[in-house]
Every structure is written in structure tokens, then in C-alpha cells.
């Protein structure tokens, strides 16, 4: 029989809405504060990064099951003006110049190394991030690459569980959601072994999606 241990030594992926009562729907599930109003991460709107118009779009059932972390595998970034660059360079290339092309920016987040949420295809949109599961999970990507770069605890880890702690408030990720990371679907390296680590210590990471 296999064992998983988890040892949470460090406040990766675990939500840091401060609030002095936080209290689980479920055992290990996100933490909310019952007596506040939701706490969402400021998102950066597609007006702000400069995004394009979508090709098409397709709305995908709600709460939904699944959110699996990505890397960008492009260089990183610290303001709203290098991030948002990059941002619309990985929309074009996944509109104009991959093979198969998207009908927009794959992800349905991005999270840079200012620590910002950018809003990729959003909440209840399907995207194009990890085959098999666009239509029921949402794929938040970490700008940066985490397979040649440390990544430790950080801002950016912090406003991604914000992120997906939001989302459970307003019904768009379930409350016993499961956390991947994109190379449990495929043989890849996203989403980079540090990033990876992180996400481990997790409670709501799955070994076996
Ligand atoms: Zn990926």
C-alpha cells in the first residue's frame, strides 16, 4: 500500500486572505473567511494587456472539477508593462503561428512575476491548455520558465490560490477541486520542476488525476 505524506512546511498554494477566523468546506479544501465579502486578486483585464478580440469562443459548465498549472516557458517578467508584452506575444503565437491554432490566448489565467493575475480566456470559458481537460478544469499558466528558474514561495503562488479560492466562492471551481500539474496529462516538462514542487504541497493536489 502507498502512503502519501504530506508535509506542508510552507504557505505555498494555501490561500493568504487574512482573516482571523478562517475556516475549510471541506477537510484540507481552500480557506474563506465566513464574515467577509469575497476576496478576490485584482485580475488584469484584457483592455489592460492589450489583448486581442477571440476567434470564438465556448462556454464551459461551471463550477468546473479540474485547474491545472502551467508554465509560459518564456522569460519572466516584474510590471504590468513587461508582463502585458508578454502576454500579447503569446496570444499571437497561439493564434497566428502555432500548429493548430487557437481561437485565442490558451489560458484561462496568467500570474506574472509582479505578482498580478492576467485574465486569459477567464472563469467559464473553455480554453486550450491541457488536452482532455479544457472542458472542465481552467489552466492557470506562471509566466516564466520554472524548469531552469528557482521559483519558491512566493506573491505569485500566493495570488494564484487567491485566484482559484475566489473562484470557488463564486461558484466557478468546485470546493473539492483538484490541482494538477500539465505534465500529470502529458509527457511534458510545464510546469517546470520548481513550479511542480510547489504545487505538491498542495492538499488539493492528486496524485493520480
Ligand atoms: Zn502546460
Known amino acids: 500500500m502507498k502512503v502519501r ?53 465556448t462556454v464551459m459548465t461551471t463550477p468546473v472539477e479540474y485547474v491545472i498549472v502551467h508554465h509560459t516557458a518564456t522569460g519572466n517578467c516584474s510590471s504590468t508593462d513587461s508582463c502585458s508584452r508578454i502576454l500579447r506575444d503569446i496570444q499571437k503565437y497561439h493564434m497566428d503561428e502555432r500548429n493548430g491554432r487557437f481561437s485565442d490566448i490558451g489560458y484561462s489565467f496568467l500570474v506574472g512575476g509582479d505578482g498580478k493575475v492576467y485574465e486569459g480566456r477567464g472563469w467559464n470559458k473553455q480554453g486550450a491548455h491541457t488536452k482532455n481537460y479544457n472542458d472542465k478544469g481552467i489552466g492557470i499558466a506562471f509566466i516564466g520558465n520554472f524548469q531552469s528558474e528557482l ?19 463564486m461558484g466557478m471551481v468546485k470546493w473539492d477541486y483538484k490541482l ?30
Open 5 to 57: 505524506i504530506a508535509v506542508l512546511t510552507r504557505d505555498c498554494f494555501h490561500s493568504s486572505v487574512v482573516c482571523p477566523n478562517k475556516v475549510s468546506r471541506i477537510p484540507g479544501g481552500p480557506q474563506y473567511c465566513p464574515s467577509q465579502s469575497v476576496e478576490c486578486p485584482s485580475i488584469v483585464s484584457r483592455s489592460v494587456w492589450g489583448a486581442r478580440e477571440p476567434n470564438g469562443t
Open 151 to 169: 521559483l519558491k514561495c512566493t506573491k505569485e503562488s500566493n495570488a494564484a490560490q487567491e485566484l482559484i479560492t475566489c473562484g470557488a466562492e
Open 180 to 209: 494538477l500539474g500539465h505534465q500529470q496529462t502529458k509527457a511534458t516538462e510545464c510546469p517546470g520542476k520548481a513550479l511542480f514542487d510547489i504545487i505538491k504541497t498542495s492538499p488539493r493536489w492528486v496524485l493520480n488525476p
